[in-house]
């Protein structure tokens, strides 16, 4: 499931959760129109997470 | 959820005036005009059948002022500050008018701010009237001014004692020329140097997922006033929270999404 990032602080009156800058919010906080427009507004609300370091290649010699 | 303000005609009795935090209401008579007028040049041609104008500069304007003459001082609470008190100093001032219809002002009601320079101030009396003021403000020079004067309320003096939000006003459609909101506090009962709050706006394309739109720096504990711009899309909703460290408060907040 993708994750983002809190940029702005926000909330969801349903869930009664609110998210700091900093926070993490998964795709099913908040309703996905939402989560488009709030990527999409200057300045963004979310960004996309950061996928994570890559740990290089698992090959294995055989 | 969003409110459902009323609407049509109204009398002038359900209008209250706010300049820098201080609410005037009690005092006020009249304001003869308030809002915006333009310069008008005359680009008639020998061959028009009828004269024909040009705008130029607007010029925002709130006039003919009159209230009964107080000098109440800031106290303790719940008294306000008097006509005289507030407006003797020929200064700026950040200048609400909430406009009630056929009640006190209410979240969703129509509003008009603005930063102004009072440039007439005088007193008058006679027969067996009550002494009155009379002023005329017009828009000031002190920052680049905007004609975008009117909005709609979203604090209406209701006492706070905790945490929460206002009502939500629906705007039908997000705007994207940006806002400007003027957040006014006045006296509370009891001493608001103890007061302590956080103001902000939030909007929300849904009336149900809020993000920050604009954060005040007030905090309750001081008679005040405040302005903020920003630029931008403004969701279709917009809505006043507060959170509650210590105290209550009375907040009068006048928004405007800039055309």
Not at chain 1, 5 to 29: M, Q
Not at chain 2, 24 to 33: A, E, N
Not at chain 2, 100 to 116: D, E
Not at chain 2, 129 to 149: K, P, R
């Amino acid at each position: 499931m993708k994750t983002y990032t809190v940029l702005i602080e926000c909330r969801n009156d349903k869930t009664g959760k609110a998210y700091k800058p900093g926070d993490t919010v998964a795709a099913g906080d908040f309703p996905a129109d939402v989560i488009y427009n709030w990527l999409a507004l200057e300045p963004p609300v979310l960004k996309v997470a950061d996928k994570g370091a890559d740990n290089g290649s698992n090959t294995i010699d055989g | 959820m969003a409110v459902t303000p009323s609407t049509g005609k109204t009398h002038i009795r359900y209008c209250r005036f706010l300049v820098d935090g201080a609410n005037l209401s009690g005092d006020m008579r009249t304001i003869s005009s308030f809002g915006l007028s333009s310069d008008q040049a005359d680009a008639t041609g020998w061959s028009n059948s009828t004269r024909q104008w040009l705008n130029g500069w607007n010029t925002v304007l709130l006039d003919g002022l009159t209230a009964v003459f107080s000098n109440d001082a800031e106290t303790t609470g719940p008294i306000d500050q008097g006509s005289h008190t507030e407006l003797a100093a020929l200064e700026d001032y950040n200048a609400s008018v909430f406009i009630g219809i056929r009640a006190a002002p209410t979240i969703g009601n129509p509003t008009m701010s603005a930063v102004m320079t009072q440039n007439a101030y005088n007193v008058m009396g006679g027969g067996s009237d009550a002494v009155m003021v009379e002023a005329s403000f017009m828009g000031a020079a002190t920052s680049e001014l905007s004609s975008n004067i009117w909005g709609v309320c979203l604090a209406d003096g209701t006492a706070l004692s905790a945490t929460g939000s206002g009502g939500s006003v629906d705007n039908a459609a997000a705007s994207t020329g940006g806002y400007i909101a003027f957040l006014h506090i006045p006296q509370t009962t009891g001493a608001i140097a103890s007061n302590t709050w956080a103001f902000i706006i939030e909007h929300s394309a849904n009336d149900s997922s809020w993000s920050t739109l604009a954060s005040f720096t007030l905090d309750g504990s001081a008679i005040n006033s405040e302005r903020l711009e920003g630029s931008g899309t403004v969701n279709r909703y917009v809505r006043f929270t507060y959170t509650r460290t210590a105290g209550t408060a009375r907040p009068w907040v006048s928004f405007i999404r800039k055309a």
